[in-house]
């Protein structure tokens, strides 16, 4: 098929992930990339469900799109992702031009639907309930992709939530957590690696349980992960693939298969040439092991930076929510963390103005916030999403203005800590490892520490995404740090390409 594709990303690093599998799936197909949706033959757009805000921008976009396909008939346009997810065939209602819709768990079809829509010349949805766990040749990352930076690598090891957190809709439209097998996942890492990427990002909604799954669909393969020993395998039952043992505490003290730790999977990407930085997002506060913390602290390229939902300070309204932690635990979880790593930055996510926060619990958030000196935080204004428990506390709902006055009071307690944090980097040399030029100054580019800060600094000669580099930090402000170049470290392997656009 030829031609020329935009992927169009809303949302979170999950669907970006996805982003550069639908990309690899058209490139593989024959199509070429472009930036421009005005010259694309097929636009995809990557949804997001998770604020109300998000649904509003996808329409905003599909009209501008409906002008363009206007004045060129021929354009197709795809809608992925998880507001498809969540609206089904509302979308092809609402925008009967619109091509193509799939959910979140049939990514893989993509290109097949393009075709069947060009074959019955009728416009195409497909959303499926779920996916098929044994079918992890369909898991996003065993398809074809085309990284949106050569030298970053996202890679999912855990799709879907099993957790039940009021306020969320992603239970939904990702379904229950399914864990990818651990040897896939260090395979795709050291293809990765072989490529050129120097860094990877572990994904998954609740990271810290990963694996959870994996010992109930051994069981249902027929092996029983309690008692059957791994070198005496009873010849009458499937044997298991090797891909999915793999990892130290796969055997207990009796030799019997149990499940691996998120922690042994740190040590097994760590340990893969040639990858300087692992990261992972997000472990939920109620799961961090202390295993966890050891392989951050021992394995030399995990960075040491833990991203750490906090969503609210007060107990009564984390109970609300179904967190499974006090704030007491939570902040006692992240001295553990911070005892255990040296130099260790910590962000967060916060939610204000949850149905029923008084002032008072508003005030706890505050103090937590303070008492944890985050490195940064993500602050959102709670949005009723349909189908979730919150969503139907209208008579709880807290008054817009209220919830936008409290974030402001919270936006300064962060503030002031990613401040202090950023000023106590200044006078040290840091690896930063570059992303591209500066939005604001050309003649510098951006990048970012080990930590995850993200520095300016001017380079001696053109800089390539993708180099490490050595900077001495001279200033800092609450969101950025200000380098001078030392030395450049390592030099990028990847092939340089047209990124996919980003919505
Ligand atoms: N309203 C506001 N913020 C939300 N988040 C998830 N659901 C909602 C919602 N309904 C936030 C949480 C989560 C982050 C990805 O988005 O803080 O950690
Ligand atoms: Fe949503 Fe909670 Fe699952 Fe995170 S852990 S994806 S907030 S339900």
Same mark, same amino acid.
């Given at each position: 098929m030829a031609g020329k594709y935009v992927v169009r990303t809303f949302g979170c690093q999950m669907n970006e992930h996805d982003s550069e599998r639908l990309a690899g799936l058209l490139e593989a197909d024959g199509m070429e990339p472009t930036t421009d949706a005005a010259e694309a033959d097929v636009v995809v757009l990557n949804t997001c469900c998770i604020r109300e805000n998000a649904d509003n921008k996808l329409y905003g976009t599909l009209g501008h799109l409906k002008s363009l396909k206007d004045a060129r008939p021929g354009m197709e346009i795809v809608v992925a992702g998880c507001l498809s997810q969540k609206d089904r065939g509302s979308i092809a209602e609402r925008? %009967? +031009? =619109?091509d193509v819709v799939l959910g979140t768990h049939n990514v893989h079809r993509a290109v097949e639907l393009l075709h069947e829509r060009r074959e019955s010349g009728r416009p195409v949805v497909e959303i499926l309930e779920a996916t098929v766990a044994e079918d992890h040749e369909l898991f996003p990352s065993a398809l074809p992709v085309v990284r949106q930076a050569g030298y970053a690598g996202w890679v999912t090891i855990q799709m879907g939530c099993d957790n039940s957190c009021a306020f969320c809709i992603v239970p939904a439209v990702r379904g229950p957590e399914i864990s990818r097998p651990f040897g896939d996942i260090v395979a795709e890492v050291e293809r990765a690696a072989i490529d050129g990427v120097t860094e990877v990002t572990l994904l998954g909604? /609740? =990271? /810290? $349980? +990963? #694996?959870?799954?994996l010992t109930l669909r051994m069981r249902q393969q027929g092996s029983d992960p309690d008692g059957d020993s791994v070198g005496d395998v009873d010849p009458g039952r499937p044997v298991l693939e090797d891909s999915f043992v793999v990892g130290d505490t796969w055997l207990d003290a009796d030799n019997a298969r149990i499940r691996p730790l998120f922690a042994d999977l740190l040590r097994a990407i760590g340990a =893969? %040439? #040639?990858?300087r930085r692992v990261r992972y997002t997000s472990p939920h506060p109620k799961d961090l092991r202390p295993e966890t913390i050891a392989a951050m602290a021992q394995v030399e390229s995990v960075c040491e930076h833990l991203h750490l939902p906090?969503? $609210?300070?007060s107990d009564s309204i984390l109970a609300a929510m179904h967190r499974g932690y006090t704030a007491e635990r939570y902040l006692e979880r992240l001295r553990d963390a911070r005892a255990g790593i040296s130099d260790l930055a910590v962000t967060t996510d916060i939610i204000v103005g949850f149905p029923g926060e008084t002032d008072a619990d508003a005030e706890s958030t505050l103090e937590v916030a303070a008492e944890a000196r985050f490195d940064g935080a993500f602050t959102f204004v709670y949005s009723p999403r349909p189908g979730t428990e919150a969503g139907d506390m209208a008579d709880r709902f807290v008054d817009h203005q209220v919830a936008v006055e409290r974030m402001a009071r919270l936006r300064q307690v962060v503030e002031r800590s990613s401040l202090l944090g950023n000023q106590a980097r200044v006078g040290r040399t840091e690896e930063v490892l570059v992303f591209g030029p500066s939005k604001r100054d050309p003649e510098r580019v951006s990048g970012r520490t080990r930590q995850n800060r993200l520095v300016h600094f001017r380079p001696p000669a053109p800089m390539r995404p993708g180099t490490y580099a050595q900077v001495q930090i001279v200033g800092a402000t609450t969101t950025s740090l200000l380098g001078e170049f030392v030395e450049v470290v390592a030099a990028p392997s990847h092939r340089t390409r047209i990124p996919v656009a980003s919505g």
């Open positions: 925008a %009967p +031009y =619109v909604q /609740n =990271v /810290n $349980s +990963y #694996g959870r799954d =893969v %040439p #040639g990858i906090l969503q $609210s300070g």
